[in-house]
């Protein structure tokens, strides 16, 4: 069982910056010995919610959906359990709640349904 806790949200004017945090809480020993992917993903007022980029558990492999790539950058901590999102040159249709989430094995996966820890979300506005 993991426990994942965002931070780092807020309001931002266009073509400005945010980094988000995501700290990873493991409460079973399958999750430190075999690791854990972790996802950020997004979902607007009233659209589905859609993969922005995922880091495998070691760090050596991310991805990225294709219309973040150059904008967006994901690293991960793992003395610290913490994965950040840098946000750079945001636009108001990056306006979204902000989420992250944990699969095991530490493959990534763009889908939603292969991700079966979430933390709660946190809300990134960008209006001037």
């Known amino acids: 069982q993991l426990q994942l806790v965002e931070s780092g949200g807020g309001l931002v004017q266009p073509g400005g910056s945010l980094r988000l945090s995501c700290v990873v809480s493991?409460?079973?020993?399958?999750?430190?010995?075999?690791?854990?992917?972790i996802g950020w993903f997004r979902q607007a007022p009233g659209k589905e919610r859609e993969g922005i980029s995922c880091?495998?558990?070691?760090?050596?492999?991310?991805n990225y959906t294709d219309s973040m790539k150059g904008r967006f950058t994901i690293s991960r901590d793992n003395a610290k359990n913490t994965v950040s999102l840098q946000m750079n040159s945001l636009k108001p249709e990056d306006t979204a709640i902000y989420y992250c989430?944990?699969?095991?094995?530490?493959?990534?996966?763009?889908?939603?349904?292969?991700?079966?820890?979430w933390g709660q979300g946190t809300q990134v506005t960008v209006s001037s």
């Open positions: 989430a944990a699969r095991p094995l530490g493959l990534c996966s763009p889908y939603v349904s292969a991700y079966p820890a």
């Open positions: 493991a409460f079973t020993m399958d999750y430190y010995a075999k690791g854990y992917a």
């Open positions: 880091i495998s558990s070691s760090g050596a492999i991310t």
